[in-house]
């Protein structure tokens, strides 16, 4: 008998979930440690000012002065963000994360040998421009190199760094001084840059395919998708290069559906011919609605529930009689922000990023009105959260469970998980930063009118100014919040052409609709 043998095509073998999601994971570790040290930087102020505020000998602040410097950081903020988009797009996700660590690099050093209040100053604003720089090349980098069915984990993890740097620097305040927390605080950049030089983190795909370079992309993608060989990503490789393809060339022709063989836009005036660049990319609704979509979201977070607090947290908690010390408060916050990060991590999957972000942000404001309704019913007219003297000698347990019920509602907030995927490629890393810049500069007025809304309302009149401001987020964002849970890049960016949409659908709103019909 004889057998015929027949040659077989080698089938290649899948990746397992696990190795895949460690391979993302890996890659994103760099840009999670940047975010650390952004969430240190954001709340240094809190560990330096209840030790500076009118100090009996050495340095020390001034109301004024503390009132400033814990809301400077987020001024400079914006001029880093805005940089940032065009200083991603020019160097590339990965050199671009290895390069924004050098600002707080300088920061810390300077933080820990500050001589006088200017030195103090500018070393605080060096961490904002730091800050608003890191923004573009995490979002952008994070929400490029993850697949749709784990983007929302992997974003969410990258949150749970922030919250992991802030409980770490509140930590840190409570058993070592801040010029101790500051030299510390350096050794996340370093590590952070350590892992860029390692090649632990590749470019990402589509970027690459942008700058023509179809070889690198294909080994970064194999790499991202758990060091697999081109075979197994050669489907999801194929979708990108189409993809990238509608992005190659003259947006002014890709406008115009013109021929790029037909293109004669590079003899324009080069002012001329940026501005209408400008106008097809910018000004577009693909990216004008998410652009509106982030910055109201950022507008409605950083007016209400911990946000405008956490420079003065410490001597908030005092104000309010909070029955522990403000610095163990301080402590708890960072690490029920923590858990709540965790939280996220776990529920996002199932509960989806639009019924998580409407509960996050009613639950602010209703624990905003309940702590306002408690400062008018047992704080005396007196009490001044930047005059220790004022403060009162009963404690109670009441302020701080609603403190601490305000912390996990403003830890589930997913305004930064939105803000890594609902811009289109073209305009993605310009609208991230200038969607950022726009965060830090409602952050720094809801933190530098914390005392003008304390002097003419006192702190009942502070906290129902934020329970408003978290009110009108959550209408708003019962409106026009999509759900982009474990949805493609492409397939959201679509969600903003057309017609404008409401993205409401449940029984409530179909209840209207009806009536309407």
Known sequence: ?????????????????????????????????????????????????????????????????????????????????????????????????????????????????????????????????????????????????????????????????????????YFLGSIVTWRVAAIISISIPFTSMLLVSLGVVPDTPVWLLSQGREKDALKSLCYLRGWTTADNVKEEFDKLLVYSKSLDGCAICWKEKREESECDHYKMNVFKRFFKKFNIVMLCKETLRPLTLTTLYFTFVAMSGLVPVKPNMVNICAAFGMADDGKNIVVMVGVISLIASIVVIGIIKFMGKRKLGITSMLGTAICCTALSIYAGNH????????????????????????????????????????????????????????????????????????????????????????????YLGTLYLYFFLPETEGKPLQEIESCYS??????????????FRRKKK
């Open 1 to 169: 008998m004889v057998y015929k043998i027949t040659e077989m095509k080698e089938v290649p073998l899948p990746v397992s979930r696990i190795r895949s999601f460690s391979a993302q994971l890996l890659a994103s570790m760099a840009p999670n440690l940047l975010l650390m040290d952004l969430g240190m930087a954001i709340s240094f102020a809190t560990i330096v000012i209840p030790d500076l505020l009118n100090a009996p000998e050495g340095l020390s602040l001034t109301d004024t002065e503390a009132s400033w410097f814990g809301s400077l950081s987020f001024l400079t903020q914006p001029f880093g963000a805005l940089a940032s988009g065009p200083f991603v797009d020019y160097v590339g996700r990965k050199r671009a994360t290895f390069f924004v660590n050098l600002p707080h690099v300088i920061a810390w050093i300077l933080m820990y040998f500050a001589w006088d209040v200017p030195t103090l100053f500018i070393a605080n604003g060096l961490l904002g421009i730091g800050t608003g720089i890191m923004e573009a090349p995490i979002n952008s980098y994070v929400g490029e190199i993850s697949e749709p069915s784990i983007r929302g984990a992997l974003c969410t993890i990258t949150l749970l760094f922030v919250s992991i740097g802030i409980f770490a620097m």
């Open 498 to 511: 057309g017609r404008l949409r409401i993205f409401a659908d449940d029984w409530f709103i179909n209840l």
């Open 379 to 470: 704080l005396d007219k007196n009490v001044f959260s930047y005059d220790p003297k004022t403060f009162p000698k009963e404690k109670s347990m009441v302020p701080l469970i609603l403190f601490y019920l305000l912390t996990i509602f403003t830890g589930l907030n997913i305004s930064w998980v939105i803000l890594g995927e609902v811009f289109p490629f073209r305009s993605r890393a310009s609208a991230q930063g200038t969607a950022a810049a726009w965060n830090y500069v409602v952050t720094f007025i809801g933190s530098k009118t914390l005392i003008d809304l304390e002097t003419h309302f006192r702190l009942t009149g502070a906290f129902a100014t934020y329970a408003a401001f978290a």
